[in-house]
């Protein structure tokens, strides 16, 4: 019987980056003066959760090319919005270059990412992914909340 992969690699990282891109044109219209100070119901700021998305994604990737499991920090220093945006833009080349030092093999290898999950690569990849996704709708109720309109999340 012959298996179908639903999604190759590269495929997987085409479909990462569109949600990077929705996120950035998230990122874009949150309002400056909103982005660090507004919340709903205890939670943290859009500003605050970019900068977890900043300190996830791209360690977690050297972390799994350098075979190294420390444990992560989300101790950045965005002074504004555009500081955000800039380490985006940065990121998302990173992304790429860091995704294709990974093997196919190492793809469905355990490594203990961060020092704290322990699963396959492939599963390590997906938490960044789902996590950008969490976050990102965090971001589109506060738009909703401050009257503004989200970009269509069909639009990656």
Not at 17 to 37: D, V
Request: proline fraction near 3%; hydrophobic fraction near 35%.
């Amino acid at each position: 019987m012959k298996t179908a992969t639903f999604l190759n690699r590269d495929e997987f990282l085409n479909h990462w980056q569109g949600h990077r891109k929705l996120t950035r044109r998230t990122i874009e219209k949150f309002p400056e003066e909103e982005f660090f100070t507004f919340s709903i119901g205890g939670m943290r700021t859009f500003g605050e959760l970019v900068k977890e998305l900043l300190t996830i994604s791209v360690p977690g990737l050297e972390g799994i090319v350098n075979k190294d499991d420390k444990p992560f920090s989300h101790d950045i220093e965005l002074a504004d919005k555009a500081a955000a945006l800039k380490m985006w833009d940065e990121q998302t080349e990173q992304i790429n270059e860091l995704y294709n030092k990974i093997s196919d093999e190492e793809l469905y290898e355990t490594f203990n990412l961060f020092g704290q999950y322990k699963d396959q690569t492939n599963n390590n990849l997906m938490y960044f992914h789902d996590n950008e996704i969490h976050h990102r709708a965090q971001g589109f109720v506060y738009l909703r909340a401050l009257g503004i309109e989200p970009p269509f999340f069909w639009e990656r």
